[in-house]
């Protein structure tokens, strides 16, 4: 006998799901533990962690590397604002120094990707990566930290900063 109604699809929020999938994974990961008792004389399995993100060793690496330091600390940014910035600055060379501008006059050359004085890449140096302005992802999410400060975000910065 067919059935009679019609079905409704309960509708649930993303949170919903995100939190229904958790549970799910916690579940399944207590399973060994709960389960650990009655099964001493079962072999153990060795679940081997998900490898880190691999960045490429290049400037799009670099700036999803930054990216995803930044979205730990809650420092803002783009993608594009970072690389507009870049190649507006140094062309995308992380080698790059500013030996003529006020800042060179005074002593403390702009460095790096996004042409960062030393004074401010240490106020604004983000734990966890280098501590060398020359090393393109300090260099980038220091400098994303400052714009941060200062513009609200590295997307806001349209000229030298």
């Known amino acids: 006998m067919p059935a009679t109604g019609t079905y409704r699809r309960r509708t649930s929020s993303s949170l919903t799901r995100r939190l229904i999938a958790v549970g799910t994974g916690a579940a399944a990961l207590m399973l060994p533990l709960i389960g650990a008792h009655a099964a001493s004389a079962a072999p153990t399995q060795t679940v081997a962690a998900a490898p880190a993100a691999a960045y490429t060793n290049d400037l799009d690496g670099w700036i999803k590397k930054s990216l995803a330091v930044m979205a730990e600390h809650g420092i803002p940014g783009s993608y594009d604002g970072i690389h507009r910035n870049v190649m507006r600055e140094s062309s995308g060379n992380p080698l790059a120094i ?48 400052y714009a941060a400060d200062k513009y609200g975000s590295i997307d806001n910065v349209n000229s030298a900063y």
């Open 98 to 145: 500013n030996n003529w501008d006020s800042n060179a006059a005074a002593g403390t050359p702009s460095k790096g990707l996004l042409q960062i004085i030393d004074p401010t890449f240490r106020a604004y140096h983000v734990p966890g990566t280098a501590m060398d302005s020359y090393d393109p992802v300090a260099n980038i999410t220091a400098a994303c930290n």
